[in-house]
Every structure is written in C-alpha cells, then in structure tokens.
C-alpha cells in the first residue's frame, strides 16, 4: 500500500496521522508512506523524528484579525493558494498513492482536493466535536469523513460520509493502570489531582491553580501533580508569595513540563487542563473525571464544543476561562469531592464514551479503499 497523509499547523493535527501511519507500518512492514505538510510547519520537525518521508508545500493559513499587518499576510497567502495547488499535484503525480488520507490544518486543504481531481480514494479525519473549515469542504467529496465524535456530523455537509472511529490514542495511555502508576509515583492513598495547561502553558490556569493550592496546602488533604509550561517559569514564585513552601509540602509536586504523562493520568483522580480532542480522548480511555477549561484562543471555539460533548454526557465538569478564578476552581473542585460519587460517576461516564480501537477502525476503512 502506497499512502499519502496530509495535515499540521498543530499537533492534534499531526499526531493522529503519526499513530495511524504507525499502525500501517505495524501491519504492512512494506507499506510507503509519505507525510506532506507545510514549509515551516512544526510538522516539518516532527514527521521525520518519526521516520516517514516528508515532502513540503508552501502555504499558510489566513489572519482573520484584520489590521494592515495581516491583511498584506492575506494578500501573500493568497497566492500561496496558487502555487500550494501546484506544489501538491506534483508531489501527488511523482509519488502515486493509492490512497491519501487528511487530518485537518490548513496544509490538507489543496493537498486533498488535488488527490480528488486526480481520482485518488481520499478520506479526512476530523479530531474535533466541531470541525474545522478545511474539513467541512473536503467532506462533500471525501470517500469517508471519520469522526472522533458523532456530535460533528450535524455541522457537516448532509452529502460527507461520515463514520466514528474516535480519535487515535498512544498504546502507553491504554496500557497504563492506576495501582501500579500510583506506586511507581511514589503516591499515598490520598486523591491526586493532576493539573496543566498544555506544553507551554496558561497564564490563567497557573493563577488559578495558585490558588488551589494555597487553598489545600491548609490541610494537605490532596496529592497534586501541576504542570505550569513553558511560559511559566514565575509559577514557583507565586506559590512562595502565597506561602507554600514545596518542601514543607511534599504532596505538591510541580514541573514545567509532565514527561511521564501517561503515568501521571493513570494515577490520577481528577484532572484540571483544556479541551483539546487528543487530551479528551486519553481522559475517556482511563475513564478520568476532569474540570475542563476550554481555549478561547482557537477556531472555530472548538475547544468549547469538545468539552460539552463530554458534559452533556455527564462526563466532565466545565469551567469557562472568563469564569475562571482562584476562587471558581477551588469552589468546583471542592463540590466534586464533597460527594465521592460525584468523581466516581463522571469517570465512569468518560470511560463509556472511549474507543479504544480508533487506530483499527480507520487502518481498516484505509486498506478498504485501497484495488
């Protein structure tokens, strides 16, 4: 098999073609896979980290904040659409695959459309409970639209063919168990809480948590497991200026960044972090209660509707971040453990909502489309 992914701008975008292509490489040894994204795109570093040929076309995505700085990056990327078209009929021509398979960002765009001219099976795959606008027009000529969940067909096109396989998830997520993550963290049998803000961090969930953990730190009642990001390297300090000291504290463990995180989610009881499809899908595999406080700062919102995909399941419990203080999450977290069953039953209802075989599903729906 010979196929052809397309899709970046940001990891949700680029890793589930990753854990797909992984799959492919599992159970066809001999399968060529090529990666196509776009120049300067953080896939550009990540794809052949992993092994695959990367091949690269010129194209960004619009400014939709107008003022004159972004609207002469209109103007360029404009013509960027032109030559990317052409960039990618090439690519598509010299490689030949049997099929291609998009995952969203605006790179999948002229790539995908290219392959459909030229009559090559395509399918995209859309992480998101609402999809973004490269996946909503690709959709009415797609051989498939997977979705992660069905809460996204009903803003597609009536014409996509929609079918759910879920959102890839890492076989270490799956794997890991709550006992033994709890032992190898060295954890006591009081609850944790695991907390971040993603990889570089949120200012606004880092002042939060300050907060809640100046709060707990009166009684020590909760372990807690926060990762402050990049961006924030001051957290340190504001937890001194609010009178945690970490080693009077050693239930409080703080990073700038959770390289253990599949073994932290496992051990965890609750967790505090934003909605991103990848992050909601592992919380859904180990079945964990969580306080969601979606982005406001991406497309489309979409964060926003992942999480009340999760909440209209009583699944999650979520916190907007125009809501969101010290006082807010300290309240929410503790109404949550007031009742033990409360964190019990959300958990539960995560873990109902989990597919577990995303990578199977849609490997198979790929071989299908595939003389």
């Known amino acids: 098999m010979k196929i ?13 073609a990753l854990a797909v292509a992984g799959t492919i490489r599992e159970k066809e040894p001999g399968a ?4 196509v994204g776009a120049k300067g795109g953080m896939e550009e570093r990540l794809v052949p980290q992993c092994g695959y040929t990367f091949r690269s076309i010129t194209i960004a995505g619009f400014q939709r904040k107008l003022n004159w ?18 960039e990618a009929k090439r690519i598509i021509q010299e490689f030949k695959p049997d099929v291609c398979m998009g995952t969203g960002g605006y790179v999948s765009g002229p790539v995908i459309r290219e392959a459909m001219k030229l009559g090559i099976p395509s399918v995209i795959h859309e992480q998101n409970a609402y999809p973004g606008v490269t996946n909503k027009a690709l959709s009415k000529r797609a051989a498939k639209t997977m979705l992660a969940v069905m809460e996204a067909q009903k803003y597609l096109p009536a014409s996509a063919a929609c079918v759910l396989t879920g959102n890839p998830v890492r076989p270490e997520v799956i794997r890991a168990k709550k006992l033994e993550a709890r032992a190898a963290l060295g954890l006591d049998s009081r609850p944790l809480i695991l907390s971040f803000g993603g990889s570089l961090g949120a200012r606004k969930i880092n002042e939060a948590v300050a907060d809640l953990l100046a709060w707990s730190a009166q009684t020590d009642r909760f372990q807690h497991i926060h990762g402050y990001g990049q961006w924030g390297k001051w957290f340190p300090g504001l937890l001194r200026e609010k009178g945690v000291l970490l080693e009077k504290h050693k239930n409080i463990d703080i990073r700038e960044y959770i390289d253990n ?4 989610l496992a051990a965890a009881d609750l967790v505090i972090c934003r909605a991103g499809a990848i992050t909601l ?3 859904q595999v180990q079945g964990k209660a969580s ?27 979520i916190l907007e971040e125009k809501d969101l203080s010290g006082e807010t999450l300290t309240g929410r ?39």
Do not use: W
């Open 4 to 16: 052809l992914f397309a899709g970046g701008g940001t990891a949700g975008h680029i890793n589930p």
């Open 32 to 35: 060529q896979i090529l990666y």
């Open 69 to 86: 700085k972004n609207l002469k990056r209109n103007v360029q990327n404009v013509a960027h659409l032109f030559t990317s078209t052409q």
């Open 261 to 264: 995180m599949p073994l932290c």
């Open 281 to 283: 899908s592992e919380l």
């Open 291 to 317: 306080i969601l406080i979606p982005s406001p700062n991406v497309a489309e919102n979409h964060q926003y509707h992942n999480a009340m995909a999760l909440v209209n399941q009583n699944a999650a419990s």
């Open 333 to 371: 977290v503790e109404e949550l453990f007031r009742d033990p069953k409360t964190i019990t039953e959300l958990g539960g209802n995560a873990k109902k909502m989990a597919i577990l075989d995303a990578n199977e599903r849609i490997y198979s729906i790929l071989r299908g489309l595939v003389n």
